[in-house]
DNA sequence: TAAATTCGTGCAATCGATTGCAGGCTTTAT
DNA sequence: ATAAAGCCTGCAATCGATTGCACGAATTTA
């Protein structure tokens, strides 16, 4: 790479001191500095071509506007929607994003904390859902700014950003219930991961309160593989136990579809399908999926906004931010076979 | 954030000057200090759990160990398991990559590459398609190591990975015309996307080789809305024109289902679709998509690799490298309807 | 044994910004 | 007219590392 040019050559071109370069280009200082000064300053770094090096302004100033994105993994749809938003809200104030995967693995976790730590990142949006406490005290003991996203932060010193998952599991269980189902299986991820356990609960009220018959497995991972295992061995056990699956997400959801293809049952005339997420492309299943929308994009934006916040000492915000979600109802549901 | 601790810190701990520390912690530096003291000073910063400023290293050194990643958008699902592959290997040399979305928009992909250089980032990986070259060209004349990805190169400065879309696209042509097609749609992106571009020419002959009847149709976007809408023009136009489409991507074959389901067509009964790219959950569409297979997450391990090369100063690698497709054939290619 | 190397460590400059302090020059107030 | 206040600008320290150079001590060589 080419050396750029600095606050030094301006100051040279322009016979004047380097801190008089730098009071000139900021905005907060510029009043420092006469009108005049200021604009023939601002020419001539403009005909130079002068940026910035923001590796030397953040060692003086201890901000390296970075900031951390610590999700499980960007290939699951569903992170880089809250991925952009996040990016949508740091790019207009001037921060950058730095996306870390952890692929659920407490170690990679660990090994990525440490290295945006040494990049000095000014604060961090964690996606990642372990219910274990312990990484995230850590975080916090270390005097870390954090922001939670799309996952259960009761009990955690962070704010957090969530959907309303309880909301949603009612509304696709009443939308089952009006259907005339009325034993439902709840396809839950692994209890480790909060938000598998907030709707593996939201689904045992719900169902409680309307009078469901429910069962309950769990899946090893939220993924369309350990939804298929999962439901592959539920159906091997109990062909006719239920007439509709409410799955911990749309990829579990995915793994019913294959299972139930393998099991040679239609959806929906045989059993109904209802995933959670509204993942890009899940209307374009077979069968469309029937599923709860979660904003993925404007939880991205609003955990960036916190996170600034808290950053920049801004009046403190609120701790918890719930945002709506919503029923889509496609093909993947319908109503209870007839016997 | 709570200050870290600092070479200093160490130094004053051990009695030492912050020079033997650093030289003590550093693996190619350490044979100028004693056994000893190296040892010691390793307990020390250990205990005291001294890691580096990557910043104020960064800015002695002039390597930030920083590489941008250009994107066109990270929600659509081709380029998830590239950044991937560049991230597995940049993690493992000690780089971390920063993302940026240009949405295909030159302003947009200016000011970030300013941003990406203010930020000192070592290096570039390009993954957005425009054939316009003044951009790339412009990195060039700055000096700026980059390596191209899944966009063709030819008469560009810069090292590129490539699928072989040629291969794919006769492998698909050739399926369709084993399958007894004669008349055949390719719906192309826009010509200003390199992959567009290449597909097409690809397409054309291919076609001419094997004496197919070919009309061609351009999307303004590779996007399923852009697909929807240049199909449902063309079926408008000629209803019975074709019997297959090899769609420029999977999400402009996406698009075509739903402009053929619009009409009342049936896939592949009445007309058979091929995509591009094999994109995650292609499998599951309505019906499964017949695509060529690229290797996305392999093409964003070579990219990093040679552009790690470049910086490095390591063996001129090749200029060029392109990695094989495979077709993989699903439901939305049958044989030619019978009249 | 003296000279020549080699070894281990410290000193201080450097990377490119930001910023507290000081001082000269205007302007305003008395 | 003189003191007080304000306005500009420069000097130099600082952030936390890396690294060329120097120098005394230890080791090798002749």
Known sequence: MRS????ADVAKRAGVNVSTVSRSLNQETEGQVSKATVKKIRKIA???AYSPNTVARGLRTRKSMTIGVIVPDLTNPIFPPIVRGVDSILFSRGYSALVVNTDNNAEIENALFDSLMERQVDGLIIATGHTERSMIA???NQGVKAVLVNREASGVPYPSVIGDDAAGIAAALEH????GHKKVLHLAGPTVLSTASVRSNAFTNSAKRLGLITKVVKATALSVSAGEIAMNKFLDANPKGVTA?????DLLALGVF???????LRTPQDISVIGFNNMPFSEDFNPSLTTVSAPHFEMGVESARLLINQIEGKVTSPRKITLPVTLVIRESSGPVPKR
Chains 1, 2 share one sequence.
Do not use: F, I, Q, S
């Open 46 to 48: 403009d005909e130079m």
């Open 138 to 140: 850590k975080y916090h």
């Open 245 to 249: 699956v409410l799955a911990g997400n």
């Open 4 to 7: 750029r040019t600095t606050l």
């Open 176 to 179: 089952l219930a009006a259907l």
């Open 258 to 264: 294959h299972a139930l293809r393998k099991h040679g």
